[in-house]
């Protein structure tokens, strides 16, 4: 215990210095090449190996599948007000009932802003209302209406 408190560089050993680790630039050699490599390395001289042995085959690579979504970022929306109204979203606010603050998220037009889907709960999208002063909100998409044109008339 003694040896440690005395000389804390006990504690952080290294192999190599950081002024030789700086000098020697690392190569990229492919890992095909590597593995070829190594096994030429291993084996003895004298005895030879098909090609199709000595060459291991490459891990396949799984993609990722794009998700599709049911609308686009940009797109106006208006939310459907009997959905909104029986959603645990509505719910989980507390307003009394037939409150009026709300009503311009389904009379006015809303823009997407971005759309994601959550694995516990589903697809989401991020709506801010046109020209009311108000933070975007994450509404389910299955509770908005697609809006095709831009200007169209309110209720």
């Known amino acids: 215990m003694e040896a440690l408190a005395s000389s ?3 504690l952080f050993a290294r192999t190599a210095s950081p ?3 700086l000098a020697t630039p690392a190569r990229w050699t492919p890992s095909s090449t590597r593995r070829v490599k190594a096994a030429a ?3 003895p001289a004298g005895e030879a ?3 199709a042995a000595a060459a291991s085959p490459a891990p396949k690579k799984i993609l990722k599948k794009k998700p599709v979504y049911s609308m686009k970022k ?4 208006r939310v459907e007000k009997e959905k909104y109204l029986n959603s645990i979203n509505y719910l989980s606010v507390g307003h009394p009932p037939f409150y009026k603050g709300l009503d311009y998220i389904y009379e006015d037009r809303g823009e ?3 759309i994601r889907i959550f694995e516990e709960t589903g697809e989401y999208a991020l709506i801010a209302w046109v020209g009311i ?3 975007p909100a994450w509404l ?3 509770m908005l209406i697609k809006s095709d044109k831009l200007d169209y008339e309110r209720i």
Do not use: F, N, S
């Open 112 to 114: 997407v802003l971005d």
């Open 133 to 135: 002063p108000t933070p």
């Open 41 to 43: 390395a291993a084996e």
């Open 49 to 51: 190996k098909p090609a």
């Open 140 to 142: 389910p998409t299955y």
């Open 8 to 10: 804390p560089r006990a």
């Open 19 to 21: 002024t030789t680790a």
């Open 74 to 77: 940009g797109q106006i929306v």
